[in-house]
Nanobody
Framework: QVQVEESGGGLVQAGGSLRLSCTVS???????????MGWFRQFQGKEREGVAC????????YYEDSVKGRFTISRDDAKNTAYLQMNSLEPEDTAIYYC????????????????????WGQGTQVTVSS
């Protein structure tokens, strides 16, 4: 069973940076590069929203409009790990961040498509103070 685990959340001041990591394990059938990797976030009382996705080649990426130019998604297939580098953080970025893996390697047609993903992590809290 594929397992996804996030790390790297925490408390940071506005304008600061954090790097989230997402490690995938339990790849009994297939390999990490069979999966597209996505990052979502959930604000308190809101639905989960897509933040970024990277396809299996690492070439195709997309970002939610509010994070473009500030967040960067990447992957290291040798480490079975995806990353979300978050710079110029704002208090409005405060949320629980989730990582998800989509077998087949393609990002979904729209960013908030949670059903596209096969495995999810438990989430990591990111808090940005003003």
């Amino acid at each position: 069973q594929v397992q996804v685990e996030e790390s790297g959340g925490g408390l940071v001041q506005a304008g600061g940076s954090l790097r989230l990591s997402c490690t995938v394990s339990g790849l009994t059938f297939g390999a990490f590069d069979d999966y597209a990797m996505g990052w979502f976030r959930q604000f308190q009382g809101k639905e989960r929203e897509g933040v970024a996705c990277i396809n299996w080649t690492g070439i195709s990426k997309y970002y939610e409009d509010s994070v473009k130019g500030r967040f960067t998604i990447s992957r290291d297939d040798a480490k079975n790990t995806a990353y979300l580098q978050m710079n110029s953080l704002e208090p409005e970025d405060t949320a629980i961040y989730y990582c998800a893996a989509a077998h087949g390697g393609a990002c979904p047609g729209y960013s908030d498509d949670t059903a596209h993903y096969d495995a999810w992590g438990q989430g990591t809290q990111v808090t940005v103070s003003s």
